[in-house]
DNA sequence: GCCTTAGTTGCGACTAGTCGCAATAGAGGA
DNA sequence: TCCTCTATTGCGACTAGTCGCAACTAAGGC
C-alpha cells in the first residue's frame, strides 16, 4: 500500500538493474512471490519455496523480503493481527489501497478511494514529509457481519 | 489511532467497569500507562513496571495490553518498525491521527485531518463497515531532512 | 573457461510476542 | 473477617522475525 509505482516488468528485472545477484534462492522467492493470487507470509513463502527447490533458509526469506520492501516492490501488512503476529506481503501494482480487517470472519477488503489519495497529498503538502510508504489498516465488522448480527435479535 | 473515544476517567475505572479484577500488577501497569508521556513498548513498561513493584511478568505485560487493545482504551503502532518488530502502545485520547515516521532522523509526527476523518465515513458508509480500529502511518521524510539534504548538495 | 572478490547464504543464537496449565489471589457473600 | 470461586498470574515452551559470522557462489575480467 505505497506511494510509487514500479517500473520495472518483472522483481528479478528490478533486482539485476540495482546491481543485486540472481541467486537460485531469490529467483524462486521472486517468481513466487509474483504469482501470488493471495496475501502470502513469510511461513507460507518458504513452504512454497522449498516445495519447488530445497535449499532455502528462512532468514533468506526475511531477507528477500526486507529487500523488496525497501526497493518499495511489495508491501507489508498486518492485517490487524487477526491471524496472530506475523506480516503479509503484496506487490505493490497500481494505486495504494486500505485493508479492512472483519475481526467476526476474517474477510479482508481492500478499499481504494480518491479521498486517500488527498489525505497522502495533503500530509505532504502541509506537513512537507516526502512519503515512501503508506499503511492503513482498519478493524471492525464487514457489512456482512454487520447485517448478519442485526437480523439476529 | 481509534475511532470511539473512552469514557471512563482512569483506565482502572474501565477495568472494575468491564468486572475484570483490579490486580497489583495491573494496578502499576494502568498507571504507568496513564502517566506516560511518550510512546511506550512492552519491554520498556515492563522495566518501569517492575523498577515499583517487583513480581511482575512479561506475559501479564503483554496480556494487559491485549485488554486495552480490545477495549479500545489504548492503540498500537509500529511506527513503521523504525526500532524492529516492537509495537508501541498510546492512550487512545481525542481524535484519530496518523503517524508519521521519518526513516532518517527516527522522528515520529502525529498528524490528524479532516479528510482523515472524511475517510473513515466514507468507508463506512460506502462499504458498509463498522469500524473498531484505525492505524494509519507513513514513512518517508520528514521535511527537516528533506530541506537538509537538499541543501547538501 | 577459469579466477577473483564481494554480495549472499545458512546456521545458530538472539529479541518480541503468544499460549496452556497449574498455582495464586481478588471480590463478593456469609 | 473468613470462604469460595473464578479470573488472573507466572512459568516455560512455543512462533515470528533479526543478526553476526564463516562458508559459498554469481558475475565480471582475463
Given at each position: 500500500?505505497?506511494?510509487?509505482?514500479?517500473?520495472?516488468?518483472?522483481?528479478?528485472?528490478?533486482?539485476?538493474?540495482?546491481?543485486?545477484?540472481?541467486?537460485?534462492?531469490?529467483?524462486?522467492?521472486?517468481?513466487?512471490?509474483?504469482?501470488?493470487?493471495?496475501?502470502?507470509?513469510?511461513?507460507?513463502?518458504?513452504?512454497?519455496?522449498?516445495?519447488?527447490?530445497?535449499?532455502?533458509?528462512?532468514?533468506?526469506?526475511?531477507?528477500?523480503?526486507?529487500?523488496?520492501?525497501?526497493?518499495?516492490?511489495?508491501?507489508?501488512?498486518?492485517?490487524?493481527?487477526?491471524?496472530?503476529?506475523?506480516?503479509?506481503?503484496?506487490?505493490?501494482?497500481?494505486?495504494?489501497?486500505?485493508?479492512?480487517?472483519?475481526?467476526?470472519?476474517?474477510?479482508?477488503?481492500?478499499?481504494?478511494?480518491?479521498?486517500?489519495?488527498?489525505?497522502?497529498?495533503?500530509?505532504?503538502?502541509?506537513?512537507?514529509?516526502s512519503i515512501g510508504v503508506?499503511?492503513?489498516?482498519?478493524?471492525?465488522?464487514?457489512?456482512?457481519?454487520?447485517?448478519?448480527?442485526?437480523?439476529?435479535?
Open positions: 500500500m505505497s506511494t510509487a509505482t514500479p517500473t520495472s516488468r518483472s522483481l528479478a528485472d528490478a533486482f539485476t538493474a540495482k546491481g543485486l545477484r540472481l541467486t537460485a534462492q531469490r529467483r524462486v522467492l521472486l517468481e513466487i512471490i509474483e504469482s501470488a493470487t493471495s496475501h502470502l507470509d513469510a511461513a507460507g513463502l518458504l513452504q512454497l519455496a522449498r516445495d519447488r527447490d530445497a535449499r532455502i533458509n528462512r532468514a533468506t526469506v526475511y531477507r528477500t523480503l526486507e529487500i523488496l520492501k525497501k526497493l518499495g516492490l511489495i508491501d507489508e501488512l498486518d492485517l490487524m493481527h487477526l491471524n496472530g503476529e506475523k506480516h503479509y506481503y503484496e506487490i505493490r501494482t497500481g494505486r495504494d489501497h486500505i485493508h479492512l480487517a472483519c475481526f467476526e470472519c476474517g474477510r479482508i477488503e481492500e478499499y481504494e478511494s480518491p479521498v486517500f489519495d488527498q489525505l497522502k497529498q495533503e500530509i505532504a503538502q502541509k506537513q512537507g514529509f503508506v499503511r492503513m489498516e482498519v478493524g471492525g465488522r464487514c457489512s456482512i457481519c454487520v447485517r448478519a448480527n442485526s437480523r439476529e435479535q
